[in-house]
């Protein structure tokens, strides 16, 4: 079972990536979180194997997020999917650089997200 | 694609209706940081942060004009954040603009209308802001200075997660306690994760050893310096951070289903209550005080159960509220008057339903009051008065009644002007015209204040309809005007529909049911204390005669034989105090309210029915309806006058 943890601020995007990505092979379970330390408190307490963060948010902007999780040795390996509104062209350079596995853009396709989950999953997978 | 967006439309709309909100509550806020070099960071943010997210979903709906506009709206928004480009006034302006049509174009989509144009606005925004994307958002603040404050370190777990102990509540904990100065995750010993917040406070010694049982240590910053793995964020945001991972949106429908099932209920309990009472004489006394102990339970957790779907259904005041300064800020410059907004009590809570339905009015009464009650700046300085005029919102609540009062420090109505304009409308006019009589005047449908500068206030809306939406709701609506002084509005309306305590009361063979929230006082009197005058009847009531009803003759129920002590419902207060006359008050119970909306059996004086679970229908008496009958006929105004 995998554990997909979504980060994003909006609960309607949260539903839509959970939604695109309910039929992954191998079940999914999802861990929420509206906000970027709520994120690193799901981390906190129990094992995920693939993030999908969205970059601004309230509290903590994904890029901390992500600088935090690449930081840590624990989490250094979890792959992320950065999922962030389009027209702020300059992040995806930034996000890439602090360590993002992926970039995608809002409004994303349901298809194309759970093509890259399931990549990323299974480049992961032992 | 299409049928996969579908499903997520509803909380699309609720989350847009979220953001919208923010906006509103935001953008005035803004207003006051006009020419500063850098406005409110957290306003800003907000707001940057509220056109972001809407950007966002609209785009995952392909509403593709409301991404459109809400990206512009977002570009401006974090130009002016970044300090590339001052705020102006015609930018705020631009922006209010803009949010309305955002606004219209949400609820375009959600009618099902075609797209709203936002080609306009889009280049409006374009003009005032410069081109290019800016850098990415991370937001540059400041590293806080920790001197003279606290930090508090707290280390979650699945355990404490379990108790609801989590970073949220943490945050919440310490803003009740000082200002969150800084929150972010560090790696703590072992590496495992800790989150370090650092807060300007004084916390009580109490809670800071009871926090420690929750992973919460708290201690004084020394001269320290903060760890670097990892970059502070950005300060605590109030509420804008609240996160929204603990609430649950639910269709208002739903609600309703639920009342009515609740509704349901509380009819079968009172049927149980009655059919256990007639067993009473059957049953030895053992086991008629463990049945009767467990209905009288019942009916508590009942009523218990009604009141926590009821506190589900309420939401604050302020979401009117919120509405009125823009509506007051545009007429007051499309008049050219000054004019201030107090608000108070926008906590105060009632059902939702009421909330909609009362918008319209609240803003109605508020655009009466800028552009009729307010003077112009020169009349103001010439009686004497500040040259701002100020427009009140209050809302309070006692029991089951909310009150939203609407006052205006203007010129107060034109009495002479009213009779005059209702004569010409061919309205009936009192000899004697007195608060009561000025509002039934001015809230008659035939009345029309519109000449060329009352455009405005028009909109299609008079207070006629504000009247018939106030009484539809269960509500009254009373008057008070000042000449020099100004005019005060006050609404009355229950906290929540469809359930409420009624007292029953018999008048010859009949049973009806009064909601007990209009109702100020119930009384026995003599018969012979009854009084003819004029052709009426009177008793004295505090010292001051009181119009009495019987409701006998209103109703036309046959009396069999004058009974001596007779029973009454006080309505109103003061002078406009009305003495209900019945037979008998029989009792007090929760009533299910089933409103008779259908205009073909509905009559001035009958709320409702309801069903009292003996399988009968009784009607509910429309007490302030029946009052209004004694003080000057049918269709007169729904509360006397002001109270003495």
């Given at each position: 079972?995998?554990?997909?943890l979504?980060?994003?601020?909006?609960?309607?995007?949260?539903?839509?990536?959970?939604?695109?990505?309910?039929?992954?092979?191998?079940?999914?379970?999802?861990?929420?979180?509206?906000?970027?330390l709520?994120?690193?408190?799901?981390?906190?307490?129990?094992?995920?194997?693939?993030?999908?963060?969205?970059?601004?948010?309230?509290?903590?902007?994904?890029?901390e997020?992500?600088?935090?999780v690449?930081?840590?040795?624990?989490?250094?390996?979890?792959?992320?999917i950065?999922?962030?509104?389009?027209?702020?062209?300059?992040?995806?350079?930034?996000?890439?650089?602090a360590?993002?596995?992926?970039?995608?853009?809002?409004?994303?396709a349901?298809?194309?997200?759970?093509?890259?989950?399931?990549?990323?999953l299974?480049?992961?997978?032992? | 694609?299409?049928?996969?967006?579908?499903?997520?439309?509803?909380?699309?709309?609720?989350?847009?209706?979220?953001?919208?909100?923010?906006?509103?509550r935001?953008?005035?806020a803004?207003?006051?940081?006009?020419?500063?070099?850098?406005?409110?960071?957290a306003?800003?943010?907000?707001?940057?942060?509220?056109?972001?997210?809407?950007?966002?979903?609209?785009?995952?709906?392909e509403?593709?004009?409301?991404?459109?506009?809400?990206?512009?709206?977002?570009?401006?928004l974090?130009?002016?954040?970044?300090?590339?480009?001052?705020?102006?006034?015609?930018g705020?302006?631009?922006?209010?603009?803009?949010?309305?049509?955002?606004?219209h174009?949400?609820?375009?989509?959600?009618?099902?209308?075609?797209p709203?144009?936002?080609?306009?606005?889009?280049?409006?925004?374009?003009q005032?802001?410069?081109?290019?994307?800016?850098?990415?958002?991370a937001?540059?603040?400041?590293?806080?200075?920790?001197?003279?404050?606290?930090?508090?370190?707290?280390?979650?777990s699945?355990?404490?997660?379990?108790?609801?102990?989590?970073?949220?509540?943490?945050?919440?904990?310490?803003?009740?306690?000082?200002?969150?100065?800084?929150?972010?995750?560090?790696?703590?010993?072992?590496?495992?994760?800790a989150?370090?917040?650092?807060?300007?406070?004084e916390?009580?010694?109490?809670d800071?050893?009871?926090?420690?049982?929750?992973?919460?240590?708290?201690?004084?910053?020394?001269?320290?310096t903060?760890?670097?793995?990892v970059p502070?964020?950005?300060?605590?945001?109030?509420a804008?951070?609240?996160?929204?991972?603990?609430?649950?949106?639910?269709?208002?429908?739903?609600?309703?289903?639920?009342?009515?099932?609740?509704?349901?209920?509380?009819?079968?309990?009172?049927?149980?209550?009655?059919?256990?009472?007639?067993?009473?004489?059957?049953?030895?006394?053992?086991?008629?005080?463990?049945?009767q102990?467990?209905?009288?339970?019942?009916?508590?957790?009942?009523?218990?159960?009604?009141?926590?779907?009821?506190?589900?259904?309420?939401?604050?005041?302020?979401?009117?509220f919120?509405?009125?300064?823009?509506?007051?800020?545009?007429?007051?410059?499309?008049?050219?008057?000054?004019?201030a907004?107090?608000i108070?009590?926008?906590?105060?809570?009632?059902d939702k339903?009421?909330?909609?339905?009362?918008l319209?009015?609240?803003?109605?009464?508020?655009?009466?009051?800028?552009?009729?009650?307010?003077?112009?700046?020169?009349?103001?300085?010439?009686?004497g008065?500040?040259?701002?005029?100020?427009?009140?919102?209050?809302?309070?609540?006692?029991g089951?009644?909310?009150?939203?009062q609407?006052?205006?420090d203007g010129?107060?109505i034109?009495?002479?002007?009213?009779?005059?304009?209702?004569?010409?409308?061919?309205?009936?006019?009192?000899?004697?015209v007195?608060?009561?009589?000025?509002?039934?005047?001015?809230?008659?449908?035939?009345?029309?204040?519109?000449?060329?500068?009352?455009?405005?206030?028009?909109?299609?809306?008079?207070?006629?309809?504000v009247?018939?939406?106030?009484q539809?709701?269960?509500?009254?609506?009373?008057?008070?005007?000042?000449?020099g002084?100004?005019?005060?509005?006050?609404?009355?309306?229950?906290?929540?529909?469809?359930?409420?305590d009624?007292?029953?009361?018999?008048?010859?063979?009949?049973?009806f049911?009064?909601?007990?929230?209009?109702v100020?006082?119930?009384?026995?009197?003599?018969?012979?204390?009854?009084?003819?005058?004029?052709?009426?009847?009177?008793?004295?009531?505090?010292?001051?005669?009181?119009?009495v009803?019987?409701?006998?003759?209103?109703?036309?129920?046959?009396?069999?034989?004058?009974?001596?002590?007779?029973?009454?419902?006080?309505?109103?207060?003061?002078?406009?105090?009305?003495?209900l006359?019945?037979?008998?008050?029989?009792?007090?119970?929760?009533?299910?309210?089933?409103?008779?909306?259908?205009?073909?059996?509905?009559?001035?004086?009958?709320?409702?029915?309801?069903?009292?679970?003996?399988?009968?229908a009784?009607?509910?008496?429309?007490?302030?309806a029946?009052?209004?009958?004694?003080?000057?006929?049918?269709?007169?105004?729904?509360r006397?006058?002001?109270?003495?």
């Amino acid at each position: 079972m995998n554990q997909i943890l979504i980060v994003d601020d909006s609960p309607t995007i949260r539903r839509m990536v959970k939604a695109s990505l309910a039929a992954l092979s191998g079940g999914c379970e999802f861990v929420e979180a509206a906000s970027g330390l709520e994120a690193i408190e799901r981390l906190a307490i129990g094992p995920v194997e693939l993030m999908v963060l969205d970059l601004n948010m309230p509290d903590m902007h994904g890029l901390e997020v992500l600088g935090f999780v690449r930081s840590h040795s624990k989490y250094r390996q979890v792959p992320v999917i950065i999922l962030t509104t389009r027209g702020d062209e300059a992040s995806r350079v930034a996000a890439l650089e602090a360590g993002a596995t992926a970039y995608m853009t809002k409004p994303f396709a349901p298809g194309s997200l759970a093509t890259k989950a399931r990549e990323l999953l299974e480049a992961a997978a032992p | 694609m299409t049928e996969f967006l579908d499903t997520f439309l509803d909380d699309y709309f609720a989350e847009c209706d979220e953001h919208l909100t923010a906006v509103r509550r935001t953008l005035l806020a803004l207003e006051s940081s006009v020419g500063q070099p850098r406005p409110d960071p957290a306003v800003t943010e907000e707001l940057f942060r509220a056109f972001h997210s809407l950007k966002g979903i609209a785009g995952m709906v392909e509403h593709r004009e409301i991404e459109l506009l809400a990206h512009e709206m977002e570009t401006y928004l974090r130009a002016v954040r970044e300090g590339d480009v001052r705020l102006t006034t015609a930018g705020v302006d631009t922006l209010i603009d803009a949010a309305r049509l955002l606004e219209h174009a949400i609820a375009a989509r959600r009618n099902r209308q075609p797209p709203v144009d936002v080609e306009s606005l889009v280049l409006e925004l374009r003009q005032i802001a410069p081109a290019g994307d800016s850098a990415p958002g991370a937001v540059a603040v400041a590293p806080p200075t920790d001197a003279g404050s606290w930090q508090c370190l707290f280390t979650p777990s699945a355990e404490l997660i379990a108790r609801g102990v989590n970073v949220d509540m943490v945050r919440a904990r310490l803003r009740a306690v000082g200002e969150i100065v800084s929150a972010a995750p560090v790696v703590g010993e072992g590496g495992g994760i800790a989150f370090r917040f650092v807060f300007q406070g004084e916390p009580a010694a109490a809670d800071v050893e009871a926090w420690r049982a929750d992973g919460m240590v708290c201690s004084r910053v020394e001269q320290e310096t903060v760890p670097a793995a990892v970059p502070a964020v950005p300060a605590d945001r109030g509420a804008s951070t609240l996160s929204s991972g603990h609430y649950v949106r639910v269709d208002l429908a739903r609600l309703d289903d639920l009342m009515r099932m609740i509704g349901d209920l509380v009819i079968r309990r009172a049927r149980l209550g009655d059919a256990v009472a007639r067993v009473e004489s059957h049953v030895p006394s053992s086991d008629w005080r463990a049945i009767q102990e467990n209905t009288s339970a019942l009916e508590r957790q009942l009523r218990e159960l009604r009141d926590g779907v009821m506190r589900v259904r309420l939401v604050p005041v302020g979401e009117i509220f919120r509405r009125v300064p823009f509506v007051v800020r545009d007429l007051a410059r499309e008049t050219g008057k000054r004019v201030a907004v107090d608000i108070s009590g926008q906590t105060t809570e009632i059902d939702k339903f009421l909330v909609e339905r009362m918008l319209d009015p609240v803003l109605h009464v508020v655009r009466n009051a800028v552009s009729h009650g307010l003077e112009t700046v020169e009349e103001r300085v010439a009686a004497g008065k500040a040259p701002e005029g100020t427009i009140t919102l209050a809302a309070s609540a006692a029991g089951e009644i909310v009150t939203i009062q609407i006052a205006d420090d203007g010129r107060g109505i034109d009495v002479d002007r009213v009779i005059a304009r209702a004569r010409v409308a061919g309205l009936p006019v009192p000899a004697h015209v007195d608060e009561a009589a000025l509002l039934e005047l001015i809230s008659s449908p035939g009345f029309s204040t519109r000449d060329a500068s009352d455009r405005v206030s028009g909109r299609g809306f008079g207070m006629a309809v504000v009247r018939t939406t106030v009484q539809d709701l269960g509500g009254s609506m009373r008057l008070a005007s000042a000449p020099g002084q100004g005019t005060r509005f006050t609404f009355e309306l229950p906290l929540t529909l469809a359930i409420t305590d009624a007292l029953l009361a018999r008048v010859g063979t009949q049973t009806f049911a009064v909601p007990q929230a209009a109702v100020r006082e119930v009384i026995e009197l003599d018969a012979a204390s009854i009084q003819a005058l004029e052709g009426g009847e009177i008793i004295q009531y505090r010292a001051a005669p009181a119009p009495v009803v019987r409701l006998s003759g209103v109703l036309g129920i046959p009396v069999p034989a004058a009974q001596e002590r007779l029973h009454a419902f006080v309505v109103g207060a003061g002078a406009g105090a009305v003495v209900l006359v019945v037979d008998r008050i029989v009792g007090q119970r929760e009533i299910v309210v089933r409103s008779t909306s259908d205009p073909l059996i509905r009559v001035d004086g009958i709320a409702g029915a309801t069903d009292l679970g003996d399988g009968r229908a009784v009607l509910i008496l429309d007490a302030v309806a029946l009052a209004r009958h004694a003080r000057g006929g049918w269709g007169a105004a729904p509360r006397v006058r002001e109270t003495a």
